[in-house]
């Protein structure tokens, strides 16, 4: 048997994945298996890195397919504003793309002792219970369930009696209210407008500070390519009124997001010299649209640049993103919040809070 696999599903995650493995004592370090999904982030750009760093027994990438692979499971999707037909319909679902999944889940999960999981949303929940392999849920991003609780989102009307179908694995709920979730990490239940008899509170906090200085050498080796350069070059820039810009892949309209950032610019950071970090799934080129800005290449999670001496804001600006909160690089940060987008786009689309 062996000891233990995560399954990452973005950049932040295998971020986390790093704290939790550093924090273990070090007789028991090295012993884990990294798996990292293709469906949402190219991540197979850190797998040699990974490696080579020696913090995991064997990393693995998980082919995961979204179920518009399968063109076929689309009827079973729709609304037909019959709670038993969608029931039926939901049943259905969840087994037949986890049967669709099986090909594609090449890594043998039933041979760990623990799976941990972030976005069990994502057909690798449905393929666990399916195969009824118990794992353990992560949160995603820092607090992220404070600004979309997917489980109670995405299931709106009825929700207690679709969470009671998840408990017998009939349909499947995230976040915890899977039968083969055994429980759930959080970062802080007060934030929470639900909560789950699952949620487990893990404080990341102390994962960061209880970080060494090779541990953080480690953590830049991994997520930057050439880190000493990355340093020297962006030290130069992040100097006195200098502002930080974190994107977004929302909304999904790229002449919007090109809007915003033009925006935010004019309205935030007037007389300032603008450094943008895109989101990793966020494919603009904002070197070619903003030349007057410094914009940072490379994937890596914001909280990496916490490891880099010398690198300081006068502000960082967000609109809606969870890691504002960890960062220690700024006089100010400003998250203008997810109502920022009700002018770009119908904001059904992004007022997640509402449920």
């Known amino acids: 048997m062996k000891e233990r696999i995560y399954v990452c599903h973005t950049f ?19 012993q884990a298996d990294i798996a990292l999904s293709t469906i949402s982030s190219d991540l197979s750009v850190l797998r040699g890195r990974l490696e080579a760093s020696g913090v995991f027994a064997h990393v693995y990438l998980l082919d995961e397919k979204k179920d518009s692979a399968f063109p076929e499971l689309a009827k079973y999707k729709k609304s037909y504003h019959n709670i038993l037909r969608h029931l039926y319909n939901r049943i259905v679902y969840t087994k037949k793309l986890a049967r669709r999944e099986a090909p594609y889940m090449t890594i043998p999960f039933e041979q760990y002792r623990d799976v941990y999981v972030y976005c069990d949303s994502d057909p690798i929940g449905y393929y666990l219970n399916y195969k009824h392999i118990y794992y353990h849920a992560l949160e995603d991003g820092l607090d992220c369930l404070k600004y979309l609780d997917g489980a109670h989102y995405d299931n709106r009307g009825h929700f207690k009696l679709k969470a009671f179908l998840s408990s017998l694995n009939m349909i499947f709920i995230q976040n915890g209210y899977g039968k083969y979730c055994l429980d759930m990490e959080v970062n802080d239940l007060s934030c929470l407008r639900h909560t789950c008899p699952k949620y487990k509170v893990v404080p990341r906090k102390p994962l960061e500070k209880g970080l060494t200085g090779e541990q953080k050498r480690t953590m830049l080796e991994i997520f930057m390519e050439d880190g000493d350069r990355f340093v020297q070059e962006l030290g130069e820039k992040a100097k006195g009124d200098c502002i930080l810009f974190l994107t977004q892949p929302h909304p999904q309209s790229e002449e919007a997001r090109k809007q915003i950032c033009h925006d935010i610019i004019r309205e935030y950071c007037q007389d300032a010299h603008v450094i943008i970090k895109p989101h990793p799934r966020d494919l603009i080129d904002y070197g070619a649209l903003r030349p007057d800005c410094t914009v940072i290449r490379g994937k890596f999670p914001v909280e990496v640049l916490n490891f880099l001496e010398g690198v300081h804001f006068k502000k960082v600006i967000s609109i809606a993103t969870t890691a504002l909160d960890t960062i220690d690089f700024a006089d100010e940060k400003i998250n203008l919040g997810d109502t920022f987008w009700d002018k770009y786009e119908d904001p059904e689309k992004h007022n997640w809070r509402t449920v």
Do not use: D, H
């Open 12 to 30: 932040y995650n295998i971020y986390v994945t790093l704290l939790k493995e550093f924090a273990l004592p070090k007789e028991q370090q090295g």
